[in-house]
């Protein structure tokens, strides 16, 4: 991206924050605490075990799709319907033009489809003299309004009420100007009815296609659809090919979990079933007509791709796109493609239109794993966005600069990729160097001549602060320090060194030393790389797995010489527990995942034991403010540090964020400083309301905050550190 494209995106940005932010916001959390909600009515286990057998049901048909296409195929036609497998957009459209034209429509009456959206049906039914009217009401707004959808459930979600009054009685103007929601929902109601009985074609799309039965489930909430189906002589249904599961019984379990997961309802308002064509009696020809067009466009090549496999299994529920801090302060229309919106999008567009669909918004997944949890079919969605963005960098123009750090960082990639990324990803080179020759580099890097060329060559913000880079490492201090004697040893730990702990902020490794010590613990830290969390957060994949493969090499001694793994940072642990899976063998990732702790997850299972935590420090009723990580949360983790603190007399007040919108690099860079700094906001706007000490878990947490509040807040293990008791 040029620099001129570089700033239209970055005010782009900006504009969206101040024009739909709050109302996309507002709607996009109160989505995500239904959803909440909605969950906690199933227990915990009861939940998981839907998640599980859902995301095997569609395992399972994306495996035999092919055959269920023929059975689905076979029992429609049985039924009395027609079926057309049409192979892209231009061949879906094609066979829904001739059908229109079959039957001699002027009007096609169409409930909301993001299918259809796919294949841009109403600009191909536009171009041949058809009416396409949306009668979703959101999908009508958006209609009248020209504009895109920003939401894959809640396409007009970006639009306040008094935007649509505005809108509704400018476009239609009305005898009396519009209002009130029930105004605004009455007239469309009576408009909508008009255009539905004058149409000739019904068009719906379909969530789900049983192959046993032929039957086509619609899940919404409004009656639009059954109108669509029923008022009209012909019915056409769209639908991708992974819409199709096995059978009729399957439905049942994503019944109970698709309205849940979008719009936090046990149930939609909803349900139809099919098994078309319908009952019902035509209105002026002898029988109802019914075509299904299946639709590949792109689908079986994602099949065949071992990476993109998964963005088949989505349920298009929207739970991803809700439970976002990027979308929930941009929206689609700055998180999304030609038709896709939120973290699912950059599989699906990479998918169906082609890679370069994906490559604008795809770094505002900061892989901060939010998503992870909430998905109904456990689809990894930080990972499809990872390999979509180590895809795309293999394809970017050549960078002016690149001769700047060809052969100082070995990071293994193609010369195309950007020098930001390269720089962002090469991190542990940079730490290495920083704490090498701080203070003189910290000193440099703050002159402004260094912020001004670091801000136009790596794009990093000037408005940001710097890392400090320690003068002494925690493994410097660990090495040249005297572990102190003990009679009783209760484990052995290896304490990992991250890079911030290590070469930024030795203090927390200090502490969580000397808790663990205190504790009775034999503490181990030899030489070992970083995660590989930097190279992966910028798609640099191949040099992720070479940093997770001598991670392994170096600690695999120690798990067999029966050494837990305790880390500080938890965005590494969750390298550990989940991204190793893709990135080092099966048998190493089974053994790292079931042996590495975060460090107050450990203590607190020490204290499970037995250990009593009297030796560490602690509080008289001491109220703070307590902000976990957001792969703390993903991992099911945070409760531990609550625990301990709690233990240890300290009373929380605790943040409810998805994410502090830092994620790393992401609030560096100068083209995502606005849109990080508004995610942190709503953070800043929690703590800021009670005025009492605030801590934070994870790195880009505490940098966050440092940078809203001017207090850089301590790690929950400075809290219990006995050397301040």
């Known amino acids: 991206m040029n620099s001129d494209s570089h700033a239209d995106y970055t005010e782009y940005i900006r504009n969206l924050i101040d024009n739909e932010g709050k109302q996309i916001a507002d709607n996009a959390r109160y989505l995500n605490r239904r959803r909440y909600a909605a969950f906690e009515e199933l ?19 994306i495996d035999r799709l ?32 001739e059908v229109c034209d079959d039957v001699d429509a002027d ?3 169409k409930s909301k489809s993001m299918t259809s959206e796919e294949i841009q ?16 009401l959101g999908e009508l707004v958006i209609q009248v309004a020209d504009d895109d959808p920003s939401h894959i459930v809640g396409p007009s979600l970006h639009k306040s009420r008094g935007d649509i009054a505005e809108l509704f009685n400018e476009y ?13 929902t009455q007239f469309a109601r009576d408009y909508l009815a008009q255009r539905i009985e004058k149409a000739e074609v019904g068009m719906t799309g379909a969530n789900f296609l049983a192959a046993d039965t032929g039957t086509m489930c619609l899940i919404t909430n409004e009656g639009n659809a059954r109108k669509v189906v029923e008022a009209t002589d012909t019915h056409i249904a769209v639908a991708g090919i992974e819409k199709i599961i096995p059978s009729f019984e399957d439905l049942a379990i994503f019944l109970q979990l698709v309205s849940r997961s979008g719009t936090g309802q046990p149930i939609s308002s909803y349900t139809s079933l099919f098994s078309p064509p319908i009952d019902t009696p035509p209105v002026e020809r002898d029988q109802r007509e019914f075509h299904l067009v299946l639709i590949d466009n792109g689908r079986m090549k994602m099949r065949a791709d071992d990476q993109l496999r998964e963005t ?38 990479a998918g169906v239109h082609e890679q370069g669909s994906a490559s604008e918004f795809n770094d505002l997944c900061t892989g901060c794993s939010r998503c992870v949890n909430q998905c109904p079919v456990k689809i990894d969605i930080p990972w499809i966005n990872t390999v979509i963005r180590n895809r795309i960098n293999r394809e970017e123009d050549p960078n002016t600069f690149n001769y700047l750090v060809d052969g100082l960082l070995p990071d293994d990639a193609p010369t195309g990729i950007s020098l930001q990324k390269r720089f962002f990803g090469n991190f542990e080179t940079i730490a290495k160097i920083g704490a090498t020759t701080a203070p003189l580099s910290n000193w440099t890097a703050s002159t402004s001549v260094i912020r001004i060329l670091m801000e136009k060559v790596l794009g990093v913000d000037m408005r940001r602060d710097l890392p400090t880079f320690a003068t002494q490492t925690l493994q410097d201090w660990f090495q040249s320090r005297e572990s102190p004697q003990t009679d009783t040893v209760t484990r052995q730990v290896v304490l990992y060194p991250d890079l911030y702990t290590n070469y930024i902020n030795p203090d927390r490794g200090k502490s969580a030393v000397r808790v663990l010590e205190a504790l009775g613990v034999t ?39 029966n050494c837990d793994i305790v880390v500080v940072e938890p965005s590494d642990l969750a390298m550990f527990r989940q991204e190793y899976g893709r990135l ?25 034991s037995g250990t009593d935590l009297d030796v560490l420090g602690q509080s008289d009723d001491t109220q703070v403010f307590y902000h976990s990580h957001c792969q703390q949360r993903t991992l099911n983790i945070e409760d531990y540090t609550k625990h301990i603190l709690e233990q240890q007399g300290y009373r929380l007040k605790t943040s409810d964020v998805e994410c502090c919108g830092m994620a790393g690099s992401f609030g560096y860079k100068n083209k995502y400083y606005d849109l990080s700094v508004d995610v942190g906001s709503d953070l800043q706007s929690q703590y800021t309301e009670y005025d009492i000490p605030v801590i934070a878990s994870g790195t880009s947490c505490q940098d966050q905050i440092a940078d809203l509040s001017d207090n850089r807040p301590p790690h929950p293990i400075e809290l219990i550190d006995p050397k301040y008791n």
């Open 43 to 61: 227990d915990t286990d009861e939940h998981e075990h839907l998640r599980a057998e859902a995301r095997s049901i569609k395992e399972d048909a």
């Open 66 to 97: 092919p055959e269920l296409i023929d059975q689905l195929t076979e029992q429609v036609e049985a039924n009395g319907g027609s079926v057309y497998l049409a192979q892209d957009a231009a061949d879906a459209n094609a066979y829904i033009q």
């Open 107 to 109: 009007t096609v009456v």
């Open 121 to 136: 049906i109403n600009d191909a039914l536009s171009a041949a003299g058809i009416d396409p009217v949306e009668t979703d």
């Open 172 to 184: 239609f103007d009305p005898e009396e100007p519009l209002e009130t929601a029930e105004e605004l």
């Open 312 to 349: 088949l299994y989505c349920v298009r529920c929207s739970a991803c796109l809700n439970s976002c801090a990027n979308f929930q302060s941009v929206g689609g229309h700055a998180f999304g493609g030609e038709t896709y919106t939120g973290g699912i999008a950059t599989g699906w567009e």
């Open 523 to 561: 503490v181990r830290m030899p030489s070992v790389r970083s995660s590989g969390r930097a190279p992966l957060s910028q798609g640099m994949v191949k040099m992720a797995c070479s940093h997770a493969q001598a991670v392994i090499e170096t600690l695999n001694p120690y798990i067999e010489a």
């Open 584 to 608: 080092v063998d099966k048998e190493s990732y089974k053994r790292i995942s079931k042996n590495s702790y975060e460090i107050m997850e450990y203590i607190h299972q020490l204290s499970e």
